[in-house]
């Protein structure tokens, strides 16, 4: 693959990546409302059904209930969500620096392998010591395993750039 092919492919899933460290960072902004939204929503697509579905309702109920309680009590908060969804937008300018120059800049790649393996163990120990489902706890972990594609993508192009002419 020529210079041009790995340097597009590398823009292409930094691209991807930021965009979903975006998004990320923009939905945790009305966390009450879509959580609220998703509980209503996924209660009537899937009661009924049984089995994982049944959990994901009664945990989504109660994680409506949580917020609602507490923003109603506490809504300042909130605001520690709101610096969570502002790192995320902060994460995802720091790739903009290897989206221009991906070798000068391929440090940023580590960091956000090493980011995304950090998910894992964090999703597995916070999670068991603040009572989120083994299974919600999974969901968390394949963030940081499907970060990690792109990042890899992005980190095998790079080394072909370095040593290419």
């Known amino acids: 693959m020529p210079f041009t092919q790995h340097l597009q492919r590398i823009r292409l899933w930094l691209a991807l990546f930021m965009s979903g460290l975006v998004l990320s960072g923009a939905t945790a902004f009305p966390l009450q409302t879509e959580v609220h939204w998703l509980a209503r929503h996924m209660e009537r697509i899937l009661v009924g059904t049984g089995g994982t579905s049944f959990s994901l309702v009664m945990w989504l109920d109660r994680v409506d209930l949580a917020l609602t309680a507490t923003g109603r009590s506490f809504p300042f908060l909130s605001y520690g969500t709101d610096w969570l969804a502002f790192a995320h937008l902060v994460i995802a300018v720091v790739f903009i620096g290897p989206y221009i120059d991906p070798v000068k800049n391929k440090w940023v790649i580590t ?12 999703a597995l120990v916070a999670g068991a010591v603040r009572g989120i489902p083994w299974w919600w706890r999974m969901i968390d972990c394949s963030f940081g395993i499907v970060g990690s594609i792109p990042l890899l993508i992005c980190r095998k192009s790079i080394m072909y750039l370095e040593g290419s002419p």
């Not at 960091?111 to 964090?122: E, K, S, T, W």
């Open 111 to 122: 960091f956000g392998l090493i980011a995304c393996a950090a998910v894992i163990p964090l």
